[in-house]
């Protein structure tokens, strides 16, 4: 029995291991632990992990709902509003209790009962004492005007708070009819157009195929746009807050203003606060140890370069994509010192993975520049790609 | 003034609020989707219940209480909850059962040999999982699936820690021994 349990307590033990991604040395000896293990090792590379668009698509609707939840409590009027906020907020509780307090006590001294519960005892009041009056504190009257309801609600997500450089952004637009009537949009989906908070000028606008439909009553439609964070002349934007912005509808032949009810944002992250200076495409491929590496292009900056790649086919054991399955590289340029590469990011896809490496390096001269991928996850290789740098 | 600044402190709550939520997705939505897939087979119920469970933790969200339990304690605790509810309306026993045609699994001859094998064995897989009893699926969905520890699986299902390692090696031992005979 305690032998057993011993086993129990082992496979535990290296099991964990195993699911975490260490390198473990099989057990000796134990024919039916080690094929136990090896069978659990086959169950975990066997999950079935959600589908991207699915992930995506429950994101932004649990964002639309978050928010709506927020704007919620914030558009009760007056009282209704503030005890949610208390109700809701402990901190705030706390400070609204100091507050009442104090202004309490300050009404308080204001009228001099401090001064009268100081007095001694057997003191004679002089006469014509006026009675003790509390001015009467009157809160503004906080009305809140009910804003009328627009024909449509507008509200509009993203997958995600912030993006690094590169990645593809999705932004999800839902319209939904206030009315008691079907509604006849001409021309759906509207045009939208990225802008920059900085210059509140539009650094892209979608042009895609549009078509009339009927929105029923009560009813929301959605819409999905893919931005690959590239401006009209297909240049990468540089990293900072962008924000959307919708064109007005034709709704019966009347134009309807599309107004958020929360403004959308798109943060885009700064690696080096670097804006892109040059950029290759390179579109090379090595094929080694079963993995087939796409370069596919060079950004250059004065505060580095970014390779961008793409790794088919996905690795099988996905496991290490939950904690970290990293590629390594170094790069050479024109010969000098090997380096090894610096941040690096990852986005798996629905067959393979793109990888992004970033060098905090500045590129000089217009020589060559040798990129080699070492490893991807637990696989070596030699993924070796010749770049050479134009003038 | 008041009602001014305390807009603004909420406002700044909400998007705290909403960047943490949005993290803890993240983190946690592919396991409890992977939890849920090996106690359904059908892909597209996973989906529906995987849905509802962070609808209800978003809806539970200013309820959730760190002091009492880690988030992915609390948020397993949801995922049950909701498959015990799922089964208990669930009167369509083939939801059990598999169904090829749901299961999301591209038959297409069009796959490469190695997809249509690993496939073929994730149908196997969770053809035997299905015949284990529904502690042992339990836990094995929480292990292999949600990727938890024994701790915390001791810790939600009430349950030893050392109870739990037992159960895991031994119905492992028993799926490895079910799956050797599928594949005869």
């Known amino acids: 029995m305690t032998g057993q349990s011993d086993k129990d307590k082992q496979f535990s033990v290296i099991l964990d291991d195993l699911l975490a991604g260490k390198q473990v040395i099989p057990p000796v000896g134990d024919e039916d632990l080690r094929t136990t293990l090896a069978f659990a090792l086959k169950m975990a590379s066997l999950q079935c992990p959600p589908s991207p668009e699915f992930a995506a698509k429950l994101q932004a609707r649990l964002s639309q709902e978050l928010m709506a939840q927020e704007a919620g409590k914030k558009a009760k009027p007056g009282f209704t509003w503030f005890k949610n906020l208390l109700l809701d907020q402990p901190v705030l509780r706390a400070v609204a209790v100091f507050l009442v307090i104090g202004l309490v006590s300050l009404g308080m001294w204001r009228a001099g009962i401090f001064g009268l519960i100081n007095t001694p005892p057997g003191t004679v009041l002089p006469t014509g004492t006026p009675a003790i009056t509390v001015a009467p504190t009157t809160s503004p009257s906080a009305t809140i005007t009910p804003a009328r309801t627009p024909l449509l609600t507008v509200t509009g997500t993203t997958t995600r708070p912030s993006y690094n450089p590169g990645e593809v952004v999705q932004i999800g637009v839902t319209l939904k009819n ?10 759906y989906p509207p045009i939208l157009s990225v802008m920059r908070e900085q210059t509140r000028q539009p650094v892209y606008t979608f042009a895609i195929a549009r078509k009339n439909i009927s929105i029923s009553r009560g009813e929301a439609v959605s819409y999905w746009w893919t931005w690959d964070q590239r401006d009209e002349q297909g240049k990468l934007v540089p990293p900072g807050d962008y924000y959307v912005e919708l064109e007005d509808i034709d709704f019966t032949g009347q134009a309807v203003k599309l107004e958020f009810l929360n403004p959308v944002h798109v943060y885009i992250n700064s690696l080096t606060g670097a804006s892109i200076e040059k950029s290759l495409f390179l579109n090379q491929s090595v094929t080694d140890s079963g993995f087939t590496v796409t370069l596919q292009r060079l950004e250059m900056s004065g505060g580095g370069f970014w390779v961008y790649s793409s790794i088919l086919p996905a690795p099988d054991n996905h496991l290490d994509g939950q904690t970290g399955l990293n590629a390594t590289a170094n790069y050479s340029l024109d010969g000098s010192w090997v380096k090894d590469t610096g941040i690096s990011y990852r986005q798996y896809s629905d067959i393979g993975m793109n990888y992004v490496w970033f060098v905090p390096e500045p590129i000089t001269g217009t020589g060559n520049l040798t990129f080699t991928v070492t490893s991807i996850g637990k696989w070596t290789g030699n993924w070796q790609f010749n770049i050479p740098l134009k003038g | 003034m008041l009602i001014l600044f305390l807009q603004t402190v909420t406002d700044k709550v909400s998007q705290g609020i909403a960047d943490i939520f949005a993290r803890l997705y993240e983190e946690f939505m592919p396991k409890v989707y992977q939890y ?149």
């Open chain 1, 178 to 187: 206030n009315t008691n009537n079907a509604l006849l949009l001409e021309q």
């Open chain 2, 36 to 184: 849920i897939s090996y106690r359904i087979v059908d892909s597209n119920v996973v989906e529906d219940i995987t849905s509802t469970v962070f609808e209800k933790a978003l809806t539970n969200i200013n309820k959730y209480d760190s002091d009492k339990a880690s988030f992915s304690t609390w948020i397993f605790s949801i995922a049950r909850n909701t498959l015990i509810d799922h089964y208990r309306l669930s009167t369509k026993e083939k939801t059990r059962q598999m169904n090829m045609v749901s299961l999301g699994l591209d038959n297409d001859s069009g796959c490469p040999e190695e997809e249509l094998i690993r496939n073929e064995e994730i149908k196997t897989l969770k053809s035997c999982i299905s015949q284990l009893s529904s502690q042992e699926q339990e836990i094995i969905s929480l292990k292999f699936g949600g990727e938890m520890t024994n701790r915390q699986i001791a810790k939600i299902l009430g349950l030893s820690e050392t109870n739990v390692g037992v159960i895991i090696y031994r119905t492992v031992r028993k799926l490895r021994d079910k799956f050797k005979d599928a594949e005869r």
